[in-house]
Each structure stands twice: as structure tokens, then as C-alpha cells.
């Protein structure tokens, strides 16, 4: 079992950038499939970005391709998200989750959660 631990959150303008990690402990980090996930008030959480373990495929919602850029050092056992022009709606608490296997849309399929970090986008 691997846990998870966010960090990079906070209060920017529109436009600006941010940069989420998602620190692991354990000794299989490397075997994990890790997505990113966010979750708004009163809505679902949902799917941003997923690596597989090696690093070699990636996958992004449509709200943030071309803006997003997931990646894992798995020496450091460390998955970033890299969120560029960022935008008013993008605001909402951003969760790493871990399973083993393909990368899947659906935060069901994952068994491990960090506690989440906030991400406000100002306009």
C-alpha cells in the first residue's frame, strides 16, 4: 500500500501557474499508476490527469490539455502536475490516487487518496 501526500496549493490570478506534487511512501511507488483528481462544492470529484507507473503514457481531461503536464520521478517517489494559464474554474481541491494497473477516469477504481490541496484561481 502506498500513501499519499499533496502539496503545492494556493491562491493565484488567472493565467498564472502552479505546481502540484504528490509525494508517495513505500517501496513499490514505481508499480502505481497515479491520476490526479479534482472535486468542487456540491459536485463530483473528477478526473485531470493520470501517468502509468513507468511514466510512458500519459492522460488528460479535454478542460486541460494543452494547459497540464503530468510527470513521476520515480527515484524520488514524486508525481508532479504542472498547471499552466490557469483559469477561474480550474478552483477546487486537488487530490492524488493510486492503483495498480491501466489508468482509469473513474476515482472508484482508486485505492489510495491524498488529503487534497486547494487551488483558487482569481480572475
Known amino acids: 500500500q502506498v500513501q499519499l501526500v499533496e502539496s503545492g496549493g494556493g491562491l493565484v490570478q488567472a493565467g498564472a501557474s502552479l505546481r502540484l506534487s504528490c509525494a508517495a511512501s513505500?517501496?513499490?511507488?514505481?508499480?502505481?499508476?497515479i491520476a490526479w483528481f479534482l472535486q468542487s462544492p456540491r459536485k463530483e470529484r473528477e478526473f485531470v490527469a493520470g501517468?502509468?507507473?513507468?511514466?510512458?503514457?500519459?492522460y488528460y481531461a479535454d478542460s486541460v490539455k494543452g494547459r497540464f503536464t503530468i510527470s513521476r520521478d520515480n527515484a524520488k517517489n514524486t508525481v508532479n502536475l504542472q498547471m499552466n494559464s490557469l483559469k477561474p474554474e480550474d478552483t477546487a481541491v486537488y487530490y492524488c490516487?493510486?492503483?495498480?494497473?491501466?489508468?482509469?477516469?473513474?476515482?472508484?477504481?482508486?485505492?489510495?487518496w491524498g488529503q487534497g490541496t486547494q487551488v483558487t484561481v482569481s480572475s
Open positions: 490516487a493510486s492503483r495498480v494497473g491501466a489508468v482509469y477516469y473513474y476515482p472508484g477504481l482508486y485505492d489510495n
Open positions: 501517468i502509468n507507473w513507468s511514466g510512458g503514457s500519459t
Open positions: 513505500g517501496r513499490t511507488f514505481s508499480t502505481y499508476t
